[in-house]
C-alpha cells in the first residue's frame, strides 16, 4: 500500500486547508486497499499465514484498521473547520464505508491473530463511541457481524480486548437510552429484533448482552480489573430494559434453595440499584454510584452464586 499508520500520527493536528484533500483521498484509498484484499485470507490449522501473499494482505487489513480506528480517535483533524463539508464529504462516512467494506474480512477465525483482533476491536470500540448513530444505518449483515464479533470479544482471553468490547457496550446503550429518553428511534428495529449471520432471528441487541454481561459478572472467570468497565456497560443495559432485568433478577431468587442465600441475593440485587441514591441517569457521578454498587454487590453474592 501507498499509505500506512504510520505517516499519519494520531496526534497531528491538521490545517484546514489539508482535511479536504486528506479525506477524499483517503475514500480513494478505501476503494482500492479493500479491491485489492481478497475476500478471506488462508490461514493454517496452525493458525499461521500460509504464504507470504497472505502476510502481505494481513498487514494491509492491519493497516486499513488502525487508519479509520485515527479517525475515530478525533485527534487527526480540526473538527471546528468547514473544509469537510465543502469538499462534500465527512469523518462519518469514511468510517462508516470503511467499517461496511472490512467487515466481511474479518472473520472469528481471522480474529485469533493477536494485533488483528486488537486493532479491530479497538476501531469497534472508538466508533461505537464517537458515531453509535451509524449502527442503525448498518444493513443487517454488517449489523449481525459486529454484534458476533462483540460477543466473541467479550469472551476473549485478552482483558484488553474485553475491556473494549463493555466500552463498547455502554456506547450502544447508552445512545439509545438517551435517544429514546428524547422521543427518537436510538437503535431501531436493532433494539428489538434482529437478524443473525444465519438469517435467524434473535432477540434485540440489549437483552441479549444484558443477559451475556450478567451471566458473565456472576459466574464466569475474570479479572477484577474489567468490574469498572463492566459497570457502566451494565448500568445503561439495565436501564434501557429494565423488564427483562427484573425478570433475570427474579430467576436468580428462585433458583436459590437455601433461604439464607435467597435472603442474601434478594438483598443484594435492592442494593445494586438502590443504594447510594442511584439515579436513572447517565451522568458521571451516578456511573461512580453504579459502580461501587456492584463492586459491593459481586463481592456479596458471587461466592455463594458460582458454588451452587
Known sequence: MGVTTKELPSALCLEESLCGWLFSNICNWLLTSVISLPSQISVSLSSSLQTEADTEKYRDLRALLQLLANLCSKDLVDFSSDSLETHGTNISQVVHMGLHMVNPLITLEMLKYPKLCHDYFSLLSY??????????????????????????????????????????????????????????????????????????????????????????????????????????????????????????????????????????????????????????????????????????????????????
Open 127 to 308: 466508533l461505537l463511541e464517537v458515531y453509535p448513530e451509524m449502527v442503525s444505518q448498518l444493513s443487517s449483515e454488517s449489523f449481525a457481524h459486529v454484534i458476533g464479533t462483540l460477543d466473541y470479544g467479550l469472551h476473549h482471553q485478552d482483558i484488553e480486548v474485553v475491556d473494549m468490547c463493555l466500552r463498547s457496550l455502554k456506547a450502544l446503550a447508552s445512545y439509545h437510552y438517551k435517544e429514546t429518553g428524547a422521543g427518537k428511534a436510538g437503535l431501531g428495529s436493532h433494539a428489538t429484533v434482529y437478524k443473525d449471520r444465519d438469517g435467524n432471528c434473535q432477540e434485540g441487541i440489549l437483552n441479549q448482552f444484558l443477559r451475556s454481561l450478567m451471566k458473565f459478572l456472576l459466574f464466569e472467570d475474570y479479572s477484577t480489573d474489567l468490574v469498572s468497565t463492566a459497570a457502566e456497560a451494565l448500568l445503561p443495559l439495565i436501564l434501557c430494559e429494565q423488564g427483562l432485568y427484573q425478570r433475570l433478577c427474579n430467576e436468580l431468587i428462585e433458583r436459590q434453595s437455601n433461604p439464607t442465600f435467597r435472603l442474601r441475593l434478594t438483598n443484594a440485587l435492592q442494593s445494586l440499584t438502590n443504594s447510594n441514591h442511584l439515579s436513572s441517569t447517565l451522568d458521571r457521578t451516578n456511573y461512580q454510584k453504579f459502580r461501587k454498587n456492584l463492586h459491593n454487590f459481586l463481592i456479596e453474592v458471587r461466592g455463594f452464586l458460582r458454588t451452587i
